[in-house]
């Protein structure tokens, strides 16, 4: 199958999983990205973790990202959650499509919310992509 340059493709090839989790640890240096691997790998098996690729015309990867939809105990209807997103910044392009896909992603499967964590800038989703900040996570190291 040729693969179309700036499209997004659902995958679990070992290879794009693999370089998932590289674009994750240079954004992250402390993410497990064996354990991530593992967890996109599920998503063979347990059809709830969808990992997605875009690749620019000489093959080189360009975007990702990692999703799951689920029925949660907060909502009463399935959530699109997305768990990592990485647009490579040459291809500022890709965020707008990138946002159309989504939407058409939880068309097709009757989804009316998406959800996901920030680490930083959440006012850039809220302005660019119409995203409401409903929640804040807090974390405590517990040694």
Excluded at 5 to 12: C, D, G, H, K, R
Excluded at 32 to 60: C, E, H, R, W
Excluded at 107 to 128: A, T
């Amino acid at each position: 199958m040729e693969l179309k340059p700036l499209e997004f493709y659902l995958t679990y090839n070992h290879n794009d999983l693999t370089n998932i989790c590289e674009k994750l640890k240079e954004w992250d240096s402390e993410a497990n990205t064996d354990q991530f691997y593992a967890y996109m790998k599920s998503g063979l098996v347990n059809q709830k973790v969808y990992p997605f690729v875009a690749y620019n015309s000489i093959g080189d990867i360009i975007a990702c990202a990692v999703l799951s939809a689920a029925a949660s105990p907060m909502y009463i209807d399935s959530v699109l959650y997305i768990q990592w997103v990485w647009i490579d910044p040459h291809y500022p392009s890709l965020w707008k499509k990138g946002m159309k896909f989504l939407y058409e992603i939880c068309r097709q499967f009757g989804i009316k919310k998406m959800v996901g964590n920030v680490r930083r800038l959440p006012e850039i989703f809220q302005r660019k992509f119409g995203f409401v900040q409903t929640d804040a996570i807090i974390e405590k190291e517990v040694v």
